[in-house]
């Protein structure tokens, strides 16, 4: 018999997986609106993203990755905020009840709301083509986020990990399907030998927020923002917030694939791929040495890339300006 709306809800999205207990949410999913308690003295943080078939996921993606990865990317803003993460609502919206797919799908997202503690306390379920957007909530200390707005003139310009890796997965995965392949899930990519080929699908595939770094910026960084558009589309939005511009050392950005790619591809990945969902942040000259202290205690590489100017615009070596402008979802990736 074919699933019902209310069943189908029930029976993938109910689970204690995503429902983790937490004292904060006093009504869950069921009613026609959460009731939550934002903890004494703290600010609600909130973002929303979308996911689309055909234009953030492939649509032949294991289930389980198109889950974790609509969960992600939206937890991604709530790490580049300094946020903790802790509810989430789930708009998701389906062409045909197809309960393998549900399944892997609900258990993707559970799988990576489980590792957060982040609770599914709402949603909404229509048929339609495959679609979801999830609204992440979560909070910080009145004053602690990090915003876009702040870099100075002097600061140092940080990225928190290789850039151009999920691009490189994303055009893998696409040369796989080419080759009547399928995509792996986090089981096969977890027992595959490690390798280039198995970083990047894991980094297009199964993206991390990064809320390691939260303990190592706070009260250090004074901008941030992740990078999903890629590296100079994003830090270009942090940069105008500021009013300020950018001279960055293109020797020192940790392009994945360095040693073994088409040298041009290697850098377009890094500077405009997007999707890798690392953290671009500013730290003003007197912060720096106990940021890099921090973080080597944490066993977490950082990469200073650049410096913020007075000056707009963001340039290489040799004053060269750099343009290439990332993904724009009605002018394309340029
Ligand atoms: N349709 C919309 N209505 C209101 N605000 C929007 C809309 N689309 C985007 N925004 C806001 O514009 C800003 C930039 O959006 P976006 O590029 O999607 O940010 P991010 O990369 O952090 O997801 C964000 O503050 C976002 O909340
Ligand atoms: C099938 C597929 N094609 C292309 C991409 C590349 N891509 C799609 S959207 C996007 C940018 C991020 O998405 P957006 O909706 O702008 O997220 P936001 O910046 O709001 O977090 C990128 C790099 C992809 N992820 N999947
Ligand atoms: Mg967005």
């Keep these: 018999m074919l699933l019902g709306e209310f069943e189908l809800i029930h029976r993938y999205f109910s689970s204690p997986k995503l429902q983790p207990s937490r004292r904060d949410v006093y009504l869950g999913m069921g009613d026609d609106c959460a009731l939550i308690s934002v903890p004494e003295g703290k600010q609600l943080v909130v973002s929303v993203d979308t996911s689309t078939a055909g234009v953030h996921f492939l649509p032949e993606s294991p289930a389980h990755s198109i889950g974790w990865r609509a969960l ?3 937890l991604s803003d709530l790490a580049a905020m300094g946020a903790q993460p802790a509810w989430f609502t789930l708009a998701l919206s389906l062409p045909e009840v197809d309960e393998e797919w549900l399944s892997g799908f609900s258990q993707g997202m559970a799988d990576l ?6 609770a599914l306390v709402g949603g909404d379920t229509t048929q339609g083509a ?20 702040g870099a100075q003139p002097g600061d140092l310009i940080y990225v928190s990990g290789e850039l151009g890796k999920s691009a490189c997965g994303l055009r893998k995965a696409k040369a796989l399907l080419e080759a009547q392949q399928a995509l792996p899930d986090l089981a ?18 199964y993206p991390k927020p990064r809320f390691d770094l939260i303990p190592i910026l706070s009260s250090r960084a004074a901008t941030a923002i992740d990078i999903s558009d890629g590296l100079l589309a994003d830090l ?21 694939n360095k040693e073994h790619g088409d040298t041009s591809q290697v850098f377009q990945d890094a500077l405009a791929g997007g999707d890798d969902y690392e953290l ?3 730290v003003s000259p007197q912060r720096r040495l106990e940021l890099e202290v921090s973080a080597e205690q944490s066993g977490v590489r950082l990469y200073p890339i650049g410096v913020v100017t007075s000056q707009q615009g963001i340039r290489g070596l040799h004053e060269q300006s750099l343009t290439a402008s990332g ?3 009605f002018k394309g990736n340029t």
């Design 236 to 256: 270009g939005h942090m940069l105008s917030a500021s009013g300020v511009g950018a001279n960055l050392d293109p020797t020192r950005i940790p392009c994945f």
């Design 72 to 74: 992600a990317v939206s």
């Design 188 to 205: 096969m990519l977890n027992t595959a030998e490690a390798s280039a080929e198995t970083d990047m699908l894991r980094a297009y595939l």
């Design 327 to 329: 993904f724009d979802h």
């Design 113 to 118: 709301a489980q590792e957060y503690g982040v």
């Design 280 to 282: 671009c942040f500013t």
């Design 130 to 149: 495959l679609s979801m957007s999830v609204q992440v909530h979560g909070y910080v200390t009145p004053g602690a986020a990090w915003k876009r707005k």
